[in-house]
């Protein structure tokens, strides 16, 4: 055995390849940094009361009580109980990375009953894959060579610059929207996009949309789809639409599938240019799980996606009881609307929370975070700014959100702040921070009483407030001093 000491970190990294030491990774991100500021320093209700809240997290942990509930009365399900024994000698030998019968014909099923049933998805055609990731990563391989590129609309989820690019080599080109239109996709933003990518020699590719979108919460409406298909088959370039928050959409407008739009549209279309990425992440709140999928209309991708799977299969374990689990039509409805239900209700209270200190946000009606408008709060429309205002609410205000900048928004000011993935005990502190952030300055606390907690963009400057804040600290506030100060200095 070789021991390598820390001085020779330097000489041990030199036997990696060109792309394990480059930066493609994109960890270096403040949307990555986040969360290791909150590993250093996890809030706890009892143990670490003033620690980080997990704010950067899209995850959904309302739901489990209907997933629990169905494991005590299914313990066959998991092939690790007494009742389950039988099976595992079957289950734990090697399957084949087509994967378990039953488990594409439930995934199939289930994405089927998400969109309404208005759509059938062909279980053959169903590809797993470790986990969303690795069905990105999949399919920039099949569809892209280095050097080769696909538009991305921003913002966009941070996680694609790795997940596109890291391994493959693939480029991302961005397609500005913007807050003047609630950041809505348009057809002059996508041929801008394209062209500039042309006078740079850049060979587009593709075209990835996320509906509903990571970070916005917003989703896409049927005029939108068919403009994004219109434009992949006039350029005869693919269309990748990512749907892993599909079950996530707890309000009005609807999910709309890019599926429904190619079946039941007039609309023009080669349907082997189109491609769905899901997975089980967000929907079911299932991350560890690594239930990744692809469904394709191309036959070519299915089968080097099927190849490409054999590097991030799912366990036989998880096959099999996800397939249990998603067989079950009576639980699959209640999950669905019981978690729609519980999303809808967590994101009425945010809101509420945040109205009340003239917060704003942009409307959405899916997703398990919100789109988080601080403009107001910035000193100058800068990413300095932003930057500035973001290591205050980490470091001082205690919560880990994302700044608008990590998922490459063109306009500073805005934040993704997730509200799904705690309890109500904790969504409560979390309110109570923020409120007691905002608070702290007179004007914004005066100009919300005079908009009637209606808030409009201003060019308003934050000023630290004479007001002493133990008068407004929460006992689990952590905020010893005013931070606002270092926001606007």
């Known amino acids: 055995m070789v021991l390598v000491s820390s001085n020779d970190n330097g000489n041990a990294k030199k036997v990696l390849s060109k792309l394990a030491k480059g930066n493609g990774h994109g960890e270096d991100s403040s949307y990555f940094d986040g969360w290791k500021a909150y590993d250093s320093d996890p809030f706890h209700p009892i143990i670490n009361p003033r620690g980080v809240i997990q704010m950067g997290l899209a995850e959904n942990q309302l739901s489990f009580e209907f997933v629990e509930k169905w494991m005590k009365n299914n313990p066959r399900a998991s092939i690790c109980s007494v009742e389950g024994i039988d099976e595992f000698k079957d289950i734990a030998i090697f399957q084949d990375y087509h994967g378990l019968p039953e488990f594409r014909n ?12 208005r759509v059938k998805f062909d279980p053959d055609r169903v590809v ?13 391989f099949c569809l892209a060579d280095p050097g080769e590129a696909f538009l991305v609309p921003v913002p966009y989820y941070p996680g694609f610059d790795r997940d596109l690019r890291w391994r493959t080599g693939v ?13 809505k996709l348009t057809r002059e933003a996508l041929e801008t996009a394209y062209e500039e990518a042309q006078k740079s020699n850049i060979k587009i ?14 989703v896409y409406d049927r005029q939108t789809l068919e403009t994004a298909v219109s434009f992949i088959n006039e350029k005869n370039i693919h269309l990748v639409c990512d749907e892993i928050y599909a079950a996530t959409v707890f309000a009005e407008p609807g999910f709309i599938s890019i599926s429904e739009v190619i079946d039941n549209s007039d609309i ?14 967000k929907d079911m709140g299932f991350p560890g799980f690594r239930v990744g999928i692809i469904y394709s209309y191309n036959d070519a991708v299915v089968a ?41 209700a967590r994101h009425r209270n945010f809101t509420k929370g945040l109205a009340q200190v003239g917060i704003g946000y942009l409307k959405g009606s899916g ?15 800068t990413l300095e700014a932003e930057m500035a205002l973001w290591k205050v609410i980490i470091n001082e205000v205690k919560l880990n959100v994302s700044p608008g900048s990590s998922f490459h928004c063109s306009e500073p000011g805005w934040f993704r702040v997730c509200f799904a993935n705690m309890d109500d005990n904790t969504m409560d502190i979390s309110i109570t921070r923020i409120r007691n952030f905002v608070l702290q300055n007179k004007e914004v606390t005066t100009k919300v009483k005079k908009q009637k907690f209606c808030w409009r963009q201003s060019s308003l400057e934050l000023r630290l407030s004479s007001r002493r804040l133990e008068d407004i600290m929460s006992p689990h506030s952590p905020l010893p001093q005013s931070p606002m100060h270092r926001a606007t200095t």
Not at 106 to 117: D, L, P, Q, T
Not at 133 to 140: F, I, K
Request: hydrophobic share 45%; charged share 15%; aromatic share 8%.
């Open 367 to 381: 997703g398990l975070f919100l789109w988080m408008d601080l403009r107001h709060l910035l000193k100058e429309k």
């Open 106 to 117: 439930a995934v199939a099923n289930f994405m089927g009953k998400v969109r309404g049933n």
């Open 304 to 344: 080097c996606a099927r190849k490409m799977s054999s590097f991030g299969l799912v366990s036989s374990q998880t096959q099999y009881l996800i397939a249990s689990m998603l067989l079950d039509d009576v639980f699959v409805d209640n999950f669905l609307a019981g978690s729609a239900e519980k999303l809808a």
């Open 128 to 140: 797993m894959s470790g986990g969303a990731t690795g069905a990105h990563e999949t399919m920039a």
């Open 205 to 218: 590719k593709g075209l990835l949309i996320t509906n509903p979108s990571n970070p916005l919460g917003t």
């Open 171 to 183: 480029e991302i080109v961005p397609v500005i929207c913007e807050s003047s239109n609630n950041f």
């Open 268 to 281: 023009e279309c080669d349907r082997n240019l189109v491609h769905v990425v899901y997975s089980l992440s």
